[in-house]
């Protein structure tokens, strides 16, 4: 059985790949001998891939690798092994720019697969390569307020007082608090307000945040465990996997307007052809796409972005108004203005610290 990696149109053009059809001998291909032959080859050896991920989809890799590699053994008859490594997305960026060797990239937004391509290992036009642009799941931004809401925390505007504390991550170092960040600024920008009005907005509400955790995960257990702050700013699925676990019951309030997060996947590139892991790291980013995949997702409070999916979800989200990176103009723009040298956040930093 003679088999032609995808990777051979998609990396040396459809013209090459015809030449390499038109050199196999097609009396081979239909050789019975050839099928009895292939029958008889030995499994392929253990392999093992790593993915590289943002701190809260742990539970629902933990949920979704087992799937997989169960799927992969009876499909192939190869043993395959998904390694992980969680933290911030911003932090998981630069380990893997600076050496850490991922196979997969599941990071928290678009941009930091972006500063990855740009470093060189992913090839351009890896949102091309699955479905719904290379993202896998959605969520928003919740509230995570005290039991009884002291402080009567329901809207955007709620947040701006000077008697309310705010706990939200890092923007430099998590992919969560620029989500955060995007959703304020939004709140007013979509809502008919001016940028000047955005930006006055934006600025007072991180002079209330007294502490800047470095990952989305870190925050919660800032608000919930240290018992720090009368709201955070963290994303719904946390808030919805934690009340299905019971680690803790803190009340959650989704405002609206609210910006749609999105979580993409990529194979980086330079990686699996070093490591020989190609086929399986692109099997497992489709594999994220599936029914079982996604209903994992689902159930550790991640909105789908496939039709079975989204079947599956009916009734367990809340319907929202919801805005995107794309009414801002993209990532390109948004990294430069919002999270560049002496960007809006820079600039939000040193006045507020």
């Known amino acids: 059985m003679v088999y032609l990696p995808s990777i051979l149109s998609r990396r040396l053009g459809a ?74 997305s911003g932090s998981q960026t630069r380990a893997v720019i600076d050496g850490l060797a991922a196979d997969v990239v599941g990071l928290a937004l678009s941009a930091d697969v972006l500063k990855v391509q740009e470093a060189g290992l992913i090839q351009p036009g890896w949102e091309r390569e699955n479905p719904s642009n290379s993202i896998i799941t959605n969520s928003v931004v919740a509230f995570f307020v005290r039991p009884g809401n002291p402080k009567r925390i329901n809207s955007w505007k ?19 608090a620029r989500w955060n960040f995007l959703a304020l600024y939004g709140s007013v920008t979509q809502e008919g307000g001016s940028e000047d009005a955005a930006r006055k907005y934006v600025t007072t509400v991180y002079k209330n945040v007294d502490v800047l955790p470095k990952d989305a995960r870190e925050a919660t257990d800032t608000f919930v465990k240290r018992n720090k702050g009368d709201v955070l700013l963290n994303y719904e699925n946390e808030a919805i996997l934690a009340r299905k676990t019971g680690d803790w019951t803190v009340p959650y309030k989704l405002p609206s307007p609210n910006i749609l997060i999105e979580g993409p996947i990529a194979v980086v590139d330079k990686n699996v052809d070093k490591h020989g892991t190609r086929k399986v790291a692109e099997a497992f980013a489709k594999f994220l796409y599936t029914p079982e995949a996604q209903k994992a997702f689902v159930a550790n409070g991640f909105r789908p972005v496939t039709a079975e999916g989204k079947a599956f979800a009916k009734g367990k989200f809340q319907p929202l108004k ?17 999270f560049g040298k002496g960007g809006f956040w820079d600039q939000i930093f040193a006045k507020s610290r």
């Not at 993915?51 to 690798?65: E, G, M, P, R, W």
């Not at 919801?322 to 919002?338: L, M, P, Y």
């Open 15 to 88: 013209g090459l790949a015809g030449t390499a059809f038109a050199s196999l001998s097609l009396a081979a291909l239909a050789s019975p001998a050839a099928f009895a032959a292939d029958k008889k080859r030995p499994a392929a050896a253990p392999q093992s891939i790593l993915l590289v991920s943002y701190a809260v989809t742990k539970s629902a890799y933990d949920q979704i690798i087992p799937k997989f590699e169960a799927d992969w053994k009876k499909k192939t008859g190869q043993s395959v092994t998904v390694k992980t490594s969680y933290g911030g």
């Open 158 to 176: 709620d947040l701006d007082n000077k008697d309310v504390d705010v706990i939200t991550a890092n923007p430099k170092t998590s992919g969560g």
């Open 322 to 338: 919801t805005f995107t990176v794309a009414d801002f103009g993209g990532w390109s723009n948004v990294s430069k203005k919002f």
